[in-house]
């Protein structure tokens, strides 16, 4: 069973603002203190998942760390070409560019350098040397290696700007953000040169997305307004309007690649996930965190996934600026509901009892 208040992956020394899962067993988490001399970093850290050890629960392991100097990741964008990752990540006000390639790599080097300065013994025909060597070289390891690109400003408001949100367009040739000056920005990608601007919003854009044709982005503002633009000239399409009145906030939420789920995480530092099609609540907790979620992110939906993480329906990955990592999970459902399963039990006895009535026994 797991535990109340999730699977406790990972607790850094920076607080974190962007989750972004990269594999079946890899996510991305950054964040940091800003310019703030506090000691605080800022940093992109690369984790690796574990299976638990005789039972127990999962684990996260850093295993790649990128320093972003002075500035923190507060939101970021990445995509998979099929050799690569690509991010790209909001820093004030810049838009930073990074690749993140797999690497295959010794663990540490230190094991090397110490067994070094060891005097080795001539090895006896046996070869048992030889042997005792081999046990004690260390394996090589899946690793990353993240490497700044460009950067670009992308908010030049007068007070000192600050991207908001930023999103790759579905053919990964195009990059949208969003600043704290309400403008909407679309730029060439992998070179950051801009094709159009416009002044989306009154007041800054909270998120953005592209319609999955390309043909199209979608804006929503602090103003309380969200529109739709036309990617190929940046004019306004419509304005949407939403007239129903809520009750309760949310900070963060995501959806699984499949739709099937959606997670949200509160203010208050609830986790919830419900199902896409009806927002039936599936999962629930409160205060999972000890202040408000900044990110969440689903794991891939695959086999391979399950093979580390367990057979779970899914598998969340919520984050906190209480510096804190943890994956929520839902066991795997059984394929017929308890009731059918009665309802068949009874239909069984009858049947049984009805033949031996039949047959006189």
Not at 148 to 166: A, H, M, P, R, Y
């Amino acid at each position: 069973m797991a535990p109340p208040k999730g699977v406790l992956l990972a607790h850094t020394d920076f607080p974190l603002y962007v989750v972004k899962s990269l594999d079946d067993k890899h996510f991305i988490v950054a964040g940091g203190g800003g310019q703030a001399k506090t000691g605080v970093p800022n940093a992109i850290e690369v984790y690796r998942i574990s299976p638990g050890i005789n039972g127990g629960d999962v684990s996260g392991t850093s295993i790649c760390r990128q320093d972003t100097g002075i500035r923190a990741v507060m939101n970021c964008a990445s995509f998979y070409d099929g050799r690569h990752h690509h991010l790209a990540t909001g820093e004030d006000e810049l838009c930073n560019t990074y690749s993140v390639k797999y690497k295959v790599a010794r663990p540490t080097e230190g094991t090397k350098d110490q067994s070094d300065n060891v005097r080795q013994r001539k090895p006896d025909s046996s070869g048992s040397m030889k042997d005792a060597a081999s046990k004690e070289q260390p394996k090589k390891q899946l690793t990353f290696q993240i490497e700044e690109l460009k950067n670009v400003i992308t908010d030049f408001s007068s007070d000192g700007g600050f991207q908001k949100c930023v999103q790759f367009g579905p053919k990964y040739s195009t990059l949208a953000t969003g600043g704290g000056d309400g403008f909407l920005r679309l730029w060439n990608y992998p070179d950051l040169t801009k094709l159009w601007e416009v002044q989306a919003h009154k007041n800054e854009l909270d998120d953005l997305d592209f319609s999955p044709d390309g043909s199209k982005i979608v804006t929503i503002s602090r103003d309380k307004n969200g529109s739709i633009w036309g990617v190929k000239d940046g004019k306004k399409v419509i304005d949407l309007v939403w007239s129903q009145k809520t009750t309760s906030l949310y900070r963060f939420r995501c959806c699984r690649p499949d739709g099937i789920f959606l997670g949200v995480g509160s203010i208050s530092g609830n986790i919830s996930v419900y199902i896409s099609f009806s927002l039936q609540r599936m999962y629930h907790v409160k205060e999972a965190h000890s202040i408000f979620v900044t990110g969440l992110d689903f794991l891939p939906a695959s086999e391979a996934t399950r093979a580390v993480t367990g057979d779970f329906t899914y598998n969340l990955v919520s984050i906190s600026a209480d510096n804190t990592v943890r994956l929520h999970q839902s066991p795997e459902r059984s394929a017929y509901s308890p009731v059918i399963v009665i309802v068949g039990v009874f239909v069984i006895i009858f049947l049984i009892f009805y033949l031996m009535a039949e047959l006189g026994i």
